[in-house]
């Protein structure tokens, strides 16, 4: 009784300042990892923008957070003509007129533990919004929390959002920075977050999805982490101390760059959320990933099943 | 049976209310079928009940509840798109064509309503979420035409046959048979029929060109229009009932399980369900668990091509690969049971006669009904109803194709052989 008498009065006297988005984190985690708690609370702060970034087809227009807005990020965020993130101009019309204005604090969220979330943020960060966040368990905790939902789409007045020329070391390339560590010209740890099967060549697809590169394998040098490793069961991020641990226990201290890949570069935006975000680490995410490295012809791979596309 | 134990206590302790003159207008064989299908309609409820505390699958109850719905409605209503048909067809009674009608406009109504919520600006090329817009092209017409002669060959569209298995329809047994075989062989001429055509047809959404404001008074106007001349040539149409008059409150019940619904009603109702469908799991559609599941007897038995080009990419009931009941399958258990139900109290429930012929002519228009709605991406609910509901020209092609493939055939007397 104590206990809830305290807790009343304290979250009462926060909401009290809430109008600026507080530092309202609880111990060990990062101010990247927005709480549910915390939003729930600044569902109209107008200085909070939050952004539904699924996956499914008509998850937001059948209930989302009260406030939040969609983009879609398979022609949103990307640059499907030239296979690139979006241009800085296309996504500065976005953001403005999603009402984002410089000092916004940014939260994302989605289904699919913050997969596509994620590479939002990591769009943000490119583009150089300060406080950008994500929603710790993502919708699916949300709901499981029993917290409201909505299908009231909001409107918001044009922010005058300005958008940087792009921060080229939050992304990396095949010819820049992954080529060179892969031929062992420069050192970086390389992470491969795809599944143990893929990154041994054992299968040259997760199932479910068509084959997409012609070789099975993984970069030389790289190590694999899974992606799902940096979250709980319940899809929230793990403590800054276990994560720490987890990529520690790997030889993954920070102490050099990283670069992180996968098939398409989207879930491995969560673990360089993870590691860039939470951790604080130099961490590059490899957008062109295994589709565009396994495919690349006088690129070396590793794989260690030997297998070979199209051979019996 | 558990349930049905508990139903007629229910119905012992409501006898109170109901003693004298209003008792007295149920027979008693009238009251333990009631009671019993009080019981079936009570366990599906309790399934409804039970899965909501599933958290894997959240659509999941949602979707048997409407399936029941669906069910009721269907019995009730007689809502058979083929039997419609061929009651205006043949005996020019054309008041049933009118529930059609009013299923369209209703639903028309109520997607305008949820599709200003989805997808406010209709200036985009983006269409609403899930609904079922489909490309337009020859092989649309060509795979409705053949699904319109599958419903005359087998008797039934294959909503219709899942309701009128409810009935004890066994012709619907063969036929359903049949439309899992006609999928199977719809999943191997869809590669070529894509290629050579449908990758290239247009898909178009009124609201592109007409806003909802605009799309909804143009299908209000071809309702209107269809009902006026449906109306006209109707010689031996039934007057259309305004509901049911009953005193009591028992005798009001007894009516609606052994009086057919008026048409306008039943339509009205399957309009507003549909509506109901779409903003809480999908569109209304019979097809996607059947398909699902010829799809995933294909893949597990290498049958076919390993890749069905843009399938997943179209709207409507399409089929995936998947072990589990889908929401789909939901709405069809709750659909056949509910309309057992209802057809059980009504007295309506007799195991029709299965012979040699009528099974072999069920069986080959199944197979038709299964490669036409998989060729659509649905059938006479999935892309008729929820198609035009939603402003796709797609629905109404549909619409055209089938009552001339059923025409046709109910003109050959193919609905006669059996």
């Known amino acids: ?312 | 049976m558990g349930s049905s134990v508990i139903t007629s206590q229910s119905q012992q302790s409501s006898s109170p209310g109901t003693t004298g003159a209003a008792a007295s207008l149920w027979t008693r064989a009238e009251k333990v079928r009631t009671s019993i299908s009080f019981g079936v309609i009570s366990l599906l409820l309790l399934i409804a009940f039970l899965l909501s505390s599933n958290t894997s699958n959240n659509t999941a109850p949602i979707s048997l509840l409407i399936g029941v719905s669906l069910g009721l409605l269907l019995e009730r209503g007689r809502f058979c798109f083929f039997c419609i048909f061929r009651d205006g067809i043949e005996d020019k009674n054309t008041t049933p064509f009118l529930s059609i009608l009013v299923a369209i406009a209703t639903g028309s109504i109520g997607y305008t309503l949820i599709f200003g919520q989805f997808l406010p600006d209709t200036s985009t090329d983006r269409l609403p979420p899930v609904a079922h817009i489909g490309p337009v092209s020859w092989v649309l017409a060509l795979s409705a035409f053949t699904f319109g002669i599958g419903m005359a060959l087998s008797g039934a569209c294959i909503s219709g046959h899942l309701y009128r298995l409810g009935q004890g329809y066994l012709r619907a047994i063969p036929a359903l048979i049949g439309t899992l075989a006609g999928f199977v062989l719809a999943f191997l001429t869809w590669n070529w029929f894509y290629l050579n055509a449908i990758a290239d047809a247009p898909t178009i959404w009124l609201p592109h060109y007409l806003g909802y404001s605009g799309s909804l008074i143009v299908t209000l106007l071809i309702l209107l229009g269809v009902a006026y001349f449906v109306i006209k040539r109707g010689v031996n149409s039934e007057p259309i009932r305004n509901g049911i008059s009953a005193t009591t409150l028992s005798g009001a019940l007894r009516n609606l399980i052994m009086q057919r619904w008026s048409p306008i009603t039943t339509g009205a109702l399957v309009g507003i369900l549909g509506t109901i469908a779409y903003l809480r799991v999908e569109p209304l559609g019979v097809t996607r668990q059947l398909s699902t599941s010829a799809r995933t007897f294909m893949k597990n038995n290498g049958i076919g091509p390993e890749t069905l080009n843009g399938l997943d990419r179209m709207a409507g009931c399409v089929a995936v690969v998947a072990e589990t009941i889908t929401n789909n399958g939901w709405l069809i258990i709750g659909l056949v049971g509910a309309s057992f139900a209802a057809a059980f109290a009504g007295g309506r429930f007799t195991l029709s006669k299965l012979t040699p012929k009528n099974s072999v002519t069920a069986l080959i228009g199944g197979v038709l009904l299964g490669w036409g709605s998989m060729t659509s991406l649905g059938c006479t609910i999935g892309v008729l109803l929820s198609g035009t509901q939603a402003f796709a020209v797609s629905g109404w092609v549909f619409f055209i194709f089938v009552f001339l493939g059923a025409f046709t055939g109910i003109k050959l007397k193919l609905h006669t052989i059996n």
């Open chain 1, 1 to 312: 009784m104590k206990k809830i008498f305290v807790g009343v009065v304290t979250t009462a006297l926060f909401s009290t300042f809430a109008v600026v988005p507080a530092e309202a984190a609880p111990k060990n985690q990062a101010r990247a990892v927005a709480q549910p708690d915390w939003l729930e609370k600044n569902l109209d702060n107008p200085k909070v923008r939050i952004i539904e970034v699924s996956t499914e087809p008509g998850i937001y227009e059948r209930g989302h957070i009260k406030n939040a807005i969609k983009f879609t990020w398979h022609t949103d965020l990307v640059d499907t003509v030239n296979r690139d993130i979006i241009n800085a101009k296309n996504f500065s019309k976005l953001a403005q007129k999603a009402g984002i204005s410089d000092d916004t604090t940014v939260v994302l969220y989605g289904d699919k533990n913050n997969w596509f979330a994620a590479w939002g943020a990591w769009i943000f960060n490119i583009y150089g919004q300060k406080d950008v966040r994500v929603l710790d368990g993502g919708r699916v905790k949300w709901e499981k929390d029993g917290r409201a939902l909505t299908t009231a789409v909001p409107t918001f007045a044009a922010g005058n959002f300005s958008v940087t020329k792009g921060d080229r070391s939050l992304r990396a390339t095949l010819i820049n920075d992954v080529l060179p560590v892969a031929k062992k010209r420069v050192k970086a740890d390389l992470i491969d977050i795809r599944s143990a099967d893929e990154y041994n060549g054992k299968i040259f697809a997760p199932s479910g999805f068509q084959e997409l590169a012609v070789r099975a394998g993984h970069i030389p040098g790289a190590i694999n982490i899974p992606w799902g490793q940096n979250v709980n069961a319940d899809g929230t991020f793990k403590t800054v101390a276990d994560l720490k641990k987890l990529y520690a226990d790997k030889g993954i201290d920070g102490k050099q760059d990283i670069i992180t890949y996968c098939r398409i570069g989207e879930r491995s935006s969560l673990t360089w959320f993870v590691l860039s975000e939470i951790l604080g680490y130099n961490v590059k995410n490899y957008d062109g990933s295994w589709t565009e490295y396994g495919n690349t012809v006088g690129v070396p791979i590793q794989n260690n099943s030997g297998t070979i596309w199209g051979a019996a």
